[in-house]
């Protein structure tokens, strides 16, 4: 989910925040999009917090690993998610096959 991408990279107190990007505004706008119940708000919050990283944080990414998930009428489950193919490798707790 957006809110896991955006908590392990940049919040101010990520473990995994390597460009060492703080900001409090942005740590402020993913407690309020967590509680947010509002699909609408809360997608304009995650928005928000991509335009800040957009504009004022720094990120190196030294590869891109692409990968297409395929489907099938009979292929239930399956569906994209942004934390890599196959549902982010947690395809078997999801996915099952109807004959």
């Given at each position: 989910?957006a809110?896991?991408?955006?908590?392990q990279?940049?919040?101010?107190d990520?473990?995994?925040?390597?460009?060492?990007?703080?900001?409090?505004?942005?740590?402020?706008?993913?407690?309020?999009?967590?509680?947010?119940?509002?699909?609408?708000?809360r997608?304009?919050?995650?928005?928000?917090?991509?335009?800040?990283?957009h504009e004022?944080?720094?990120?190196?990414?030294?590869?891109?690993?692409?990968?297409?998930?395929?489907?099938?009428?009979?292929l239930?489950?399956l569906?994209?998610?942004?934390?890599?193919?196959?549902?982010?490798?947690?395809?078997?707790?999801?996915?099952?096959?109807d004959?």
């Amino acid at each position: 989910s957006a809110d896991t991408i955006l908590t392990q990279f940049f919040k101010s107190d990520a473990p995994w925040n390597e460009s060492r990007w703080k900001n409090p505004k942005f740590d402020q706008l993913l407690l309020a999009a967590r509680a947010e119940t509002d699909t609408g708000k809360r997608r304009q919050l995650y928005a928000d917090m991509q335009s800040m990283i957009h504009e004022d944080a720094g990120i190196g990414i030294p590869l891109f690993l692409a990968s297409i998930d395929g489907h099938s009428s009979k292929l239930k489950g399956l569906s994209p998610i942004p934390l890599g193919g196959l549902m982010g490798y947690s395809f078997a707790e999801n996915v099952w096959l109807d004959a």
